[in-house]
């Protein structure tokens, strides 16, 4: 580790432990504001506290259980004309990946981890966490702890009836179409996205309920789609206060021990209200992120019972709104593609991707030079693309004989 990888993860555990300063010295950061830091870190720091932001951050753990969900070797994949392993080298160098693994029937068809990282350290999921707080609330929904999606937000969370938010259905707040205005402008720092968690706590309510409280309204409720973060943090709070756990240890008690998760995971906790925050904080290894997009694959199921709300399911991976590219959509929580595929998404590269029709579910985790942009996305939806095209070819390769 390098000097200035060194710097960067020093002085991160020094803002967790620096006492009140004195007269004169300027004030330590609080937890938001060193929560909204992470947008605009330099490119080394990304890379070292990446994988130990449950450490950089007050974090509740999701504990996996005695069971394992295995995840066997299957027939290595081969890029028809190329090198297998120079490529990916290749694609994972020139994106700054720290993992990237593809399962194919429950398999391992490829895997490979960055210099420095390896099967039993976690990684920050960003917005992957809002598909699995989506999933939590489908599951919630199976077990009647939420009463159904067309229930409104006012329901459990009181403090938005008098906000713009009141009449906004939990439907809507999976879709992203409550028609509330919302900058996600991550390079912005005076974007809403970037501001969110900046403001002091107000009452113990968490950060997004102070924030989202003076929210205008946009749209028409259910008209206009809007990626927006802080609403699925509400999410998490809905689910939170409707299953009466935190984000963790629901997900600890329905997906991470009876599936069968290999290690635990852990979940940021917001400072003021102290509940876990469903929009991003997520970490957990390579591994069990393909486990968590083989459960999405085996249809929500635990040993052949559905733990998943159908109704939730069929809505989750099937578009039901557009987005600005004419081939995906948003499902619940879950991007969706034309030919099936879905996938939970989170910026710097974060990625779980489900393929029913090839049986595929493909993972990765890195540090993108910047938190997305059009020639990033291209590169890894040409990466997505390729394993198709390999696992195609394999397909057809009989019928050549």
């Known amino acids: 580790m390098g000097p200035k990888i060194r710097s960067c993860l020093l002085v991160s555990a020094l803002c967790l432990t620096v006492p009140l300063p004195a007269v004169g010295e300027q004030p330590a950061q609080t937890i938001g504001q ?22 950089l951050f007050p974090s509740d753990r999701a504990e996996h259980g005695a069971h394992v969900h295995q995840l066997p070797l299957g027939k290595p994949l081969a890029l028809p004309g190329q090198d297998t392993s120079t490529w990916l080298t290749g694609y994972m160098d020139r994106h700054h990946l720290a993992g990237v693994m593809v399962l194919q029937h429950g398999r391992i068809r490829l895997q490979r981890y960055a210099p420095g990282f390896g099967p039993q350290q976690r990684w920050e999921s960003f917005s992957v966490a809002k598909s699995v707080t989506s999933t939590l609330l489908g599951i919630a929904l199976q077990r009647g702890d939420i ?38 402008d991550y390079a912005d720092a005076k974007s809403d996205v970037a501001q969110m968690y900046l403001g002091a706590c107000v009452d113990g309510q968490a950060h997004v309920l102070s924030y989202l409280r003076k929210q205008q309204r946009q749209w028409p409720a259910g008209t206009h789609w809007n990626y927006n973060t802080a609403e699925t943090d509400l999410l998490g709070i809905l689910v939170q206060r409707a299953t009466h756990r935190s984000l963790a240890a629901y997900l ?82 879950w991007w969706t593609d034309s030919d099936g595929s879905y996938a939970a998404i989170g910026i710097f590269g974060q990625m779980v991707y489900v393929d029913p029709a090839r049986q595929l579910v493909i993972a990765q985790v890195g540090a993108w030079p910047h938190a997305t942009s059009d020639a990033l996305v291209a590169a890894r939806r040409k990466f997505v693309a390729a394993v198709k095209r390999a696992v195609d070819a394999e397909r057809e390769q009989p019928a050549q004989h």
């Open 34 to 55: 060193r929560r909204e830091a992470v947008l605009f870190w330099p490119q080394a720091q990304r890379e070292a506290q990446f994988r130990r932001m449950y450490e």
């Open 147 to 184: 009463h159904g999606m067309d229930d409104t937000l006012g329901t459990y969370i009181p403090e938005l009836r008098d906000s713009a938010y009141a009449k906004v259905t939990v439907q809507q707040l999976l879709t992203m179409t409550s028609g509330v205005h919302w900058n996600e």
């Open 252 to 333: 600890s008690q329905t997906i991470w021990k009876p599936y069968g998760m290999a290690a635990d995971a852990y979940w940021i906790r917001d400072e003021c209200d102290g509940r876990d925050t469903g929009g991003s904080g997520l970490s957990a290894t390579l591994g069990d992120y393909a486990r968590l997009g083989q459960f999405m694959l085996d249809g929500g199921r635990i040993a052949g019972k559905p733990v998943i709300a159908a109704a939730w399911l069929q809505g989750a991976v099937h578009r039901q709104e557009k987005v600005d590219e004419p081939d995906r959509g948003y499902g619940y929580l």
